[in-house]
């Protein structure tokens, strides 16, 4: 069922007109002539829109009111002129946002709309905090499109056997996103052995990963490689273009056979595994280059997940701050403190180059009471020219059109008024992922 809007106003013809704007887009509007008879109202809204100045219980009446009935509804109010003061105060005291007489009818929607959000973002708060509670840390947090379209991903290749290569930006979540697939997949309960192809000395690989007979070199005793002990379960290849070119072509074979042969015997074992395997750029340009065998990368690529850095997450950024806020202020024995309008508008402007890494360290900054730093300003000997500031926000305007309407180009082009070639245009011209 669609939001529901509740608006209060004691002027009868924009109290219709409102609703009438309001229903068009979608929504569910239920008119009162004052606060009293809003509050009276056995329905519960998803957001309240009321004029400031009003008979019997005003605007901020309401709002103080409201907000002691239900915290997270949003409150938007409608100013006159001259009544600038009274919405300031009105917007410390919680209200969500206030417009001055007169307004334009499609910033009145934005306005609503990002207060849903906001909205439904506390809610996604409050959960995370009983699963806090719970001690349940894990699993894929996050309601914009990105993360539900990797949710989808993960839901539909989890219960498959198919080897998946997952890319993405340093700290974005790579590894999570393999346990994920682990856990949905029918071998959950076997082993996930995961190895760090960075990490591993090119003189240790091919002992590490197809394991030794006794004999094989002095000292040697009998011992699984890491394709054996995943037997029955999931090998991660973390930082896979890592992998030295000499282990590749032995890797490919036995990833083929599904068997192996450890060094030093001439006997294959039969492998029962799935391959997931991690890179933080994309293979195909290694392949072309050499770096990396065509032949074991189409091998691998059963599947492929690229996943979403943290700066294309929009609102997301705040709710996994907030997580992470409150993991850290758990785990310290502190309150978890809150986040205002100021911190919240300094995390969605960060370019975010350490994705979750560093978002969990300012997180934990945060919680212990430390400062944030701040995103360095732009070089002063270079400021950005008007057209590049209007070109920025359209591309982010358009970025959360299509968020909210879960990448449906057409009804994103509905929402923001322009045709949809136009919209198309406009998202390969700012390079937008849909």
Not at 39 to 52: K, Q, Y
Not at 53 to 75: F, I, S, T, Y
Not at 188 to 202: I, K
Not at 210 to 228: I, N, R, T
Request: aromatic share 4%; charged share 25%; proline share 6%.
């Amino acid at each position: 069922m669609s939001p529901l809007i509740h608006v209060v106003e004691d002027d009868r013809d924009h109290r219709v007109a409102l609703c009438d704007l309001i229903e068009a887009a979608g929504y569910r509007a239920e008119a009162f002539a004052d606060g009293g008879a809003a509050m009276a109202a056995e329905s519960r809204p998803d957001l309240i829109l009321t004029d400031l100045r009003m008979p019997g219980m005003d605007g901020q009446q309401l709002l103080e009111a409201a907000r002691d009935r239900d915290p997270d509804c949003p409150v938007v109010l409608i100013s006159g002129h001259g009544e600038l003061a009274q919405a300031v105060q009105a917007m410390r005291a919680g209200a969500e946002d206030f417009l001055e007489k007169p307004y334009d009818g499609m910033h009145l929607m934005t306005v609503i709309e990002r207060g849903l959000r906001s909205r439904a973002t506390r809610a996604e708060i409050g959960r995370l905090q009983e699963r806090i509670t719970r001690r349940d840390e894990g699993g894929l947090l996050g309601q914009s499109a990105a993360i539900t379209a990797l949710r989808a991903r993960i839901a539909a290749i989890g219960p498959t056997d198919l080897d998946v290569v997952i890319t993405g930006e340093t700290g974005t979540g790579k590894e999570l996103v393999a346990r994920a697939l682990h856990s949905a997949s029918p071998r959950a309960a076997g082993p996930l052995v995961a190895v760090n192809c960075a990490a591993l000395p090119e003189s240790l690989f091919e002992i590490e990963i197809f394991g030794h007979v006794a004999g094989a070199f002095p000292g040697a005793q009998d011992k699984p490689g890491k394709l054996e002990a995943a037997s029955g379960g999931t090998l991660m290849l973390d930082e896979v273009e890592a992998m030295p070119a000499a282990i590749q072509p032995k890797l490919l074979r036995a990833l083929q056979e599904r068997a192996v042969e450890r060094l030093g015997e001439n006997r294959l074992r039969p492998l029962d595994l799935r391959v997931i395997a991690t890179s933080k750029t994309d293979l195909r340009p290694l392949t072309l280059d050499g770096s990396f065998r065509a032949d074991l990368f189409y091998r691998l690529a059963g599947a492929e997940i690229a996943v979403e850095p943290l700066r294309g997450l929009g609102e997301d950024i705040v709710l996994l701050f907030s997580h992470y806020a409150a993991l850290a202020a758990a785990r310290y024995g502190r309150d978890m403190p809150g986040i205002d309008y100021a911190l919240k508008q300094q995390l969605l402007r960060r370019s975010w180059p350490g994705n979750v890494r560093e978002l969990k360290a300012l997180a934990e900054r945060f919680a212990l009471g430390l400062d944030i730093p701040d995103v360095p300003a732009p070089p002063a000997a270079e400021p950005e020219s008007l057209a590049a500031r209007v070109a920025a926000f359209e591309a982010r305007e358009i970025r959360l059109a299509l968020e909210r309407c879960r990448g449906n180009t057409e009804r994103a082009a509905k929402v923001l008024g322009v045709a949809r070639r136009t919209l198309n245009d406009k998202i390969s011209r700012y390079g937008i992922r849909v």
